[in-house]
């Protein structure tokens, strides 16, 4: 029998629930026991999401959570219950819903105060274990939160999620709008934090393919610039970080996400194929090297890798002058200097965070200082495997090797898609992560999505995926209620409508989009064009209304074509009468002269 009055995360299948097993906090999975004691003891459930490499969760987990007085109080007055939002994204959204509703923004980590019949009371993200001039301390937030309760606990509402749908706009104005959230200056997008926008990016690019437009030019390739020159990049081994906390993309926060490399691994061998540009296929190859390095684990690759190195963010990653005049000769100190903007003071707490100054190579150089990076202690790893996650970058490696003419990573990612299938693929559903051996099968939206989509490219070129594609498809539609697609459908809460939002990933919705579009297509199935969405918001979603309305070369062959020969916004059918159907017109396809 379970016992409530300890923490029972010392027996979870989750790294982040793991890293709070030794909290004096009683912390419990969610489960449909768990509320039912809560219901039983009359008690409030404080519900706190987060995941493994979030610097601010580990912050707090080290702070109030590890706080005696706050654990004390919050054990005799709440159940506590701790979620890893990447396995369980469905509740994540629920809470998530409720915080913007509340303050209009949200983030992690994310703590919310509830009753036991999943009605929400207050949210907030971090907080500190004592007050201070800024800053309520969590207990005082609690205790505050308690004694609101005791007097209106008959007066909470019912908090119903709804469907947050974008509003609909004009194809004429989606550009105008996204040049309006564009930084002219630092590139990006915004004037604050700056995140690398893969959506909007993959939007934007695929824009050029129909139209030579030279702002639109001058926005992807300012911004991929400063992605790539600037702190956003890792120099040394290559692969983004999650997004700089300043809008010159100089400092980052360190963490590195499996789907950032996946996303910009498409972006940056896109960009190659639209521009020509060796300095984007170089980025693509090195984004590579970082997922091959630092990522694959026994044929699939692993979530993230922590911002911190025993507590210090970054650590691993930062280089005070003394470290690099000894690990360089003079010679070579004064040569990478002339690429990176170094000094003895350093523009991270007393270090240097590199940051590109020229173009100047200095590989040689790059090869040495990552050699002697990797001799130490390295930040931590999150090596829970999600299916979608995988998939997604089976994606990103399939529209790699075609825009990088790397045939051998098409094979790869197949292997892949491959190891996907025999070890989340039941038969009936997809299964969502895995964790020292132990699959959690819960199905989500976005995960089968993200599978069908990437197979659904498979199949452009190898027809034996067709009946394994035929089968997710149906599959997927099971996620659709009425008009609105569901992320799960769990036995232990209640259904959530799947987000449309395209960052930092492609939303539930619009990778189901997408891959339902493209099964259509292969499947010889004509369906009226949907309607472009709100900009920056659902550029993913709008990057499939292109391919509704016909913005998308489909060609029609009896053997496939070799993609280096086609346009970047192809796509390969297979059938008896050859054509390119494109903007509307069906032309006969003559194969010898494809451009």
């Not at 992605?227 to 590195?256: A, N």
């Not at 034996?464 to 809460?493: T, V, Y």
């Amino acid at each position: 029998m379970m016992q409530y009055n300890r923490n029972n995360l010392d027996k979870s299948a989750s790294p982040y629930l793991l890293q709070h097993a030794s909290n004096p906090v009683w912390w419990q999975e969610w489960s449909n026991n768990v509320i039912s004691y809560a219901s039983d003891s009359g008690k409030l459930l404080l519900v706190s999401s987060g995941y493994a490499t979030c610097h601010w969760c580990h912050v707090m987990a080290s702070g109030a959570f590890s706080d005696q007085e706050t654990a004390s109080w919050l054990n005799e007055n709440f159940v506590c219950i701790k979620i890893d939002r990447e396995q369980r994204p469905d509740i994540d959204q629920f809470l998530m819903d409720f915080i913007n509703r509340q303050a209009g923004s949200g983030g992690w980590p994310l703590n919310v105060f509830m009753t036991s019949s999943i009605k929400p009371v207050y949210a907030l993200t971090y907080a500190p274990d004592k007050d201070n001039e800024s800053m309520y301390s969590f207990l005082s937030v609690a205790k505050k939160i308690h004694e609101f309760y005791l007097e209106n606990s008959d007066k909470i509402p019912q908090f119903t999620p709804v469907r947050n749908k974008p509003r609909e706009i004009s194809e004429n104005s989606l550009v105008r709008v996204l040049s309006d959230y564009y930084d002219p200056e630092n590139g990006g997008f915004g004037n604050n934090h700056k995140f690398p926008p893969h959506s909007t990016l993959l939007y934007l690019l695929y824009q050029l393919c129909i139209d030579e437009s030279p702002s639109i030019r001058t926005i992807c390739t300012k911004t991929l610039d400063a992605m790539m020159l600037r702190g956003l990049d890792d120099h040394l081994q290559g692969g983004i970080f999650r997004y700089c906390v300043d809008s010159e993309w100089t400092i980052p926060h360190f963490e590195k996400m499996l789907y950032d490399q996946a996303m910009a691994l498409w972006v940056y061998s896109l960009a190659f194929k639209i521009t020509c540009s060796e300095d984007y296929k170089r980025m693509a190859e090195k984004i590579l090297r970082c997922i091959d390095e630092s990522f694959l684990s026994d044929g699939l690759y692993i979530s993230a890798h922590d911002a911190d190195t025993e507590h210090h963010e970054g650590e691993t990653y930062l280089w005070s002058y003394d470290q690099l005049a000894e690990v360089l000769s003079p010679a070579e100190l004064e040569k990478f200097s002339e690429a990176y903007e170094i000094s003895i003071k350093g523009n991270f707490e007393g270090k240097n965070h590199l940051i590109r100054k020229s173009r100047v190579d200095v590989s040689r150089i790059e090869e040495k200082l990552l050699s002697a990076r990797k001799r130490r202690i390295q930040p931590g790893a999150d090596e829970k495997i999600l299916s979608g996650m995988n998939a997604l970058l089976a994606i990103g490696m399939i529209h790699a090797s075609r825009y990088l003419d790397m045939p051998s990573l098409e094979e790869k990612a197949e292997a892949l898609i491959r190891n996907i299938k025999d070890v989340f693929w039941t038969g009936k559903s997809l299964g969502h992560s895995k964790f020292r051996g132990m699959v959690q099968p819960q199905p989500f939206l976005s995960d089968t999505a993200a599978l069908l989509a990437a197979v659904t490219l498979l199949c452009e070129t190898d027809q034996s995926w067709k009946s394994f594609m035929e089968e997710l498809a149906g599959n997927l539609k099971k996620f659709r209620e009425d008009d609105a697609w569901i992320e799960s459908w769990p036995l232990d809460f209640p259904p959530v409508f799947a987000s449309c939002f395209d960052h930092p990933y492609p939303s539930g919705v619009s990778m189901a989009e997408s891959a339902l579009t493209r099964y259509g297509l292969h499947m010889g199935k004509d369906e009226l064009p949907g309607e472009y969405l709100e900009p920056f918001q659902s550029d993913f979603y709008n990057l499939n209304i292109m391919v509704q309305k016909g913005l998308f070369h489909v060609f029609t062959t009896h053997e496939p074509l070799e993609w280096k020969s086609l346009p970047a916004n192809s796509v390969q059918v297979r059938g008896l009468h050859e054509q390119d159907c494109y903007m509307g017109v069906c032309s006969p396809l003559k194969i010898g002269n494809v451009t």
